[in-house]
């Protein structure tokens, strides 16, 4: 079990985060245990009864979790799941009936939209406003359960969470933070008032773009209870290979964070001032709409830039003539990823719309790349 407090900084809580006490001769982090059933004399009573409801591998990722997500915190639970998307899922519909209200984003990750139709199918009700300008507050009457992603994706709006939580709380709702882009060395939803911190672990927390998981982070038994049986219900369980491997990946998350955080504030500095982009965003550049509220609630502004280019076809030239970030769809890795965020559909965002995902690489090369390339985009 932990032995850190809370004086304990990023670096040495992510490194050594959710490792068992030392065992002589075993590993430090011991390998992923793959068993479907247990040893189980007698009273199914011990702590692993069956692979689809325990694990110890999970445990000690989730423990890790726990520990990065709210260290000055007794009592969290963390569940992991097999992606973020059964995260999500799990809280919006572990917590909520037939009759309820949810209070959406607007703007948030596409795939809540799937998620929005399943809850009306049950008879939930759902409102929507945009993340920017805490305009959820103006919809949160009768709530049961409001969700918040900030930075939105792939806006990178920023909203108050602090402001919001107080206010939902007052009005009787829930409250459950995407913590996806922040992660939980950027942003820490549970000491900002929220109830639930949820991410796709597929993203930054672990950065190697080889691994699909998610988890749920709360400080409540009961709601952590119905989050995990929903997780029975559904089996909706990472495989062991998985969570060791993300837990593994932990153990660089301050310095990943910190490089590609670094790189990113280089890239939008510099793109400030092409006269090709416009609606340039990242939540650490100074002037930026979000940077206010960013600066009070974020110890990280996260690795996204976003921006518009003219046109499609202007977007798609920049994307095609990148040689050290690639087209793909995910973020928060150490390799550089961008794509043209309109070609999925469901974002309002302008068909020159580039979400850019900034990596590890040496930022020098990475900025003469970028404008290399969109100066060779030009018409």
């Known amino acids: 079990m932990s032995t850190m407090d809370n004086r304990t900084g990023d670096g040495t809580r992510a490194v050594r985060a959710g490792l068992p006490d030392p065992v002589a001769y075993e590993p430090t982090l011991p390998g992923p245990v793959f068993a479907a059933h247990y040893h189980l004399p007698g009273e199914p009573t011990g702590p692993y009864t069956y692979g689809r409801d325990e694990n110890p591998t999970w445990t000690h990722l989730e423990r890790a979790i726990g520990e990065l997500e709210a260290p000055e915190e007794t009592g969290v639970e963390t569940v992991v799941f097999a992606s973020g998307m059964a995260a999500v899922s799990a809280v919006l519909l572990s917590q909520t009936r037939a009759g309820d209200t949810v209070v959406l984003p607007s703007d948030g990750y596409q795939a809540l939209a799937l998620v929005r139709e399943q809850l009306e199918a049950y008879d939930v009700r759902v409102r929507t406003a945009p993340t920017g300008g805490d305009a959820q507050l103006g919809v949160l009457d009768g709530a049961r359960l409001l969700w918040i992603e900030t930075p939105s994706n792939p806006g990178l709006d920023v909203c108050d969470v602090r402001r919001l ?31 639930f911190s949820v991410a796709s672990g597929t993203k930054g927390l672990t950065g190697h773009g080889d691994v ?25 369980i990472p495989g062991p290979m998985e969570a060791w491997l993300a837990h593994r990946s932990l153990a660089t998350l301050q310095l990943r964070a910190d490089k590609q955080g670094a ?21 650490g550049l100074p002037g930026d709409p979000s940077y206010t509220v960013a600066s009070r609630q974020m110890r990280r502004f996260g ?7 003219p046109d499609r076809g202007y977007a798609e ?24 965020r309109a070609r999925w559909g469901g974002d309002a965002v ?11 690489e040496d930022p020098e090369d ?5 404008l290399r390339a969109l100066d060779a985009a030009a018409p």
């Open 366 to 370: 990475l900025v003469a790349d970028v």
């Open 317 to 340: 030239r920049f994307l095609g003539g990148l040689r050290l970030a690639e087209e793909a769809t995910s973020f928060g890795g150490v390799r550089s990823t961008a794509e043209r």
């Open 303 to 309: 690795s996204v830039v976003s921006f518009t280019l």
């Open 165 to 195: 939580a107080d206010a939902a709380h007052a009005a009787g709702a829930l409250v459950a933070v995407d913590n996806t882009l922040a992660t939980p060395l950027g942003q820490r939803p549970l000491e900002l008032g929220a109830d």
């Open 350 to 360: 302008p068909e020159g719309f580039v979400r850019f995902s900034v990596g590890a």
């Open 263 to 283: 790189n990113a504030l280089a890239l939008a500095e510099a793109l400030r001032e092409h006269r090709a982009v416009s609606g340039l965003r990242h939540p």
């Open 212 to 236: 699909l998981l998610g988890y749920v982070t709360c400080r409540d038994a009961e709601l952590a209870a119905r989050v995990r049986r929903w997780r029975k219900v559904v089996g909706a």
